[in-house]
């Protein structure tokens, strides 16, 4: 089964990389169908890079792809076909043969898979059984439907039919397991212990269709980047200027996304509206408490504030200030630019 998908995804140019939809496998032997399920059919699905294996026993003519109805219905007709074996028939029908073998190539599908369950069937007066006659089967792909959305082959045994559509949401899982990876390895790379805290940031660059494609991959799985990585992903124009980098690298992901990442360790940040407000609209005594936020330690901070019920008050070109969590002054950018979701 491997063996054949594999074959059929190389003649499409379909990289294991790219996720497909389905891949139908076809047996008459029930036993054979029955190995294919628990462990076996994971192994396939993981090594096939598929989101699901059907298994069909021959017991309808057509498969539907329900999961693409409303695009479209697809319906794989299965040709049946027998064809007598000449060295077993032809030393006993003799001149028979003939005309035998004509019938045989216009047998229907019930009459074949009777034969095919080891029933004896009658043609032009003679009994055939066993290894009496082959059994060829063709997939007719459906009007309007090509080779480049879905292939088939056989060993003889075996058939598989592949759905060629790469799935889109399983890319889109892959590129962003990618991400998360690459990021780890560039905390790793940076000399950052496990467990401790580091801010990420994320410049999206290439070319157009490559920037499209990562701007909305980093949209649609921002949950799953801030779960895995522990910490959101940030735009690079949220990066303060006053931060220091521990490391920043230019990173590929697919085959056409690139970005430049940083990574830095978790600063102080404040809302400039929330200290002009609280500084009575003095914008210089308002610049004057940004600095001051932001030259404090992060940890030593929060100390000082949960001291407080969250507030600190402050002594800045001689004017008292309170000023409170959250709201004028956060202990990391992530935690700034959370506030403004």
């Not at 019930?110 to 369950?117: C, D, G, R, V």
């Not at 007066?125 to 439907?145: C, I, Q, T, W």
């Not at 949960?306 to 969590?325: D, F, H, I, P, W």
């Amino acid at each position: 089964v491997i063996d054949l998908a594999r074959v059929m995804r190389e003649k499409h140019g379909k990289a294991l990389k790219l996720p497909l939809k389905k891949l139908i496998v076809v047996h008459s032997n029930e036993e054979f169908l029955a190995d294919m399920t628990g462990e076996l059919r994971e192994y396939v699905v993981e090594e096939m890079n598929v989101q699901e294996l059907v298994l069909d026993n021959l017991k309808s003519s057509y498969f539907i792809l329900k999961e693409r109805v409303s695009v479209w219905q697809l319906e794989v007709t299965l040709q049946e076909l027998a064809e007598p074996n000449w060295q077993e028939l032809g030393k006993r029908l003799g001149k028979s043969m003939g005309k035998v073998g004509g019938k045989v190539k216009q047998l229907g599908m019930e009459t074949i898979l009777k034969f095919e369950a080891g029933e004896a069937i009658e043609v032009e007066g003679f009994e055939l059984k066993g290894n009496d006659l082959k059994v060829v089967r063709e997939f007719k792909l459906p009007e309007g439907v090509t080779e480049e959305q879905m292939d088939a082959t056989s060993d003889g045994d075996v058939h598989v039919v592949i759905d060629l559509e790469v799935d889109q949401e399983m890319m889109a899982a892959g590129h962003a397991r990618e991400i998360v990876n690459k990021l780890q390895k560039m905390r790793k790379k940076a000399g950052c212990l496990a467990g401790e805290k580091v801010e990420m940031y994320c410049e999206v660059k290439g070319t157009k269709e490559g920037a499209d494609a990562l701007t909305k991959l980093l949209t649609e799985k921002e949950d799953y980047f801030t779960q895995s990585l522990g910490t959101r992903l940030l735009p690079m124009a949220e990066r303060p200027g006053y931060v220091a980098d521990l490391l920043t690298e230019a990173q590929t992901v697919g085959d056409t996304m690139e970005m430049v990442a940083t990574l830095t360790h978790p600063v102080a940040a404040f809302s400039l509206p929330a200290l002009q407000e609280a500084s009575a609209g003095d914008a210089s005594l308002a610049e004057d408490l940004g600095v001051w936020i932001t030259s404090r330690d992060p940890q030593c901070l929060r100390k000082e504030a949960s001291a407080a019920n969250g507030r600190v008050t402050v002594t800045v070109s001689g004017k008292e200030c309170t000023l409170q969590e959250n709201k004028h002054f956060f202990y990391s950018v992530t935690d700034s630019v959370g506030s403004k979701s």
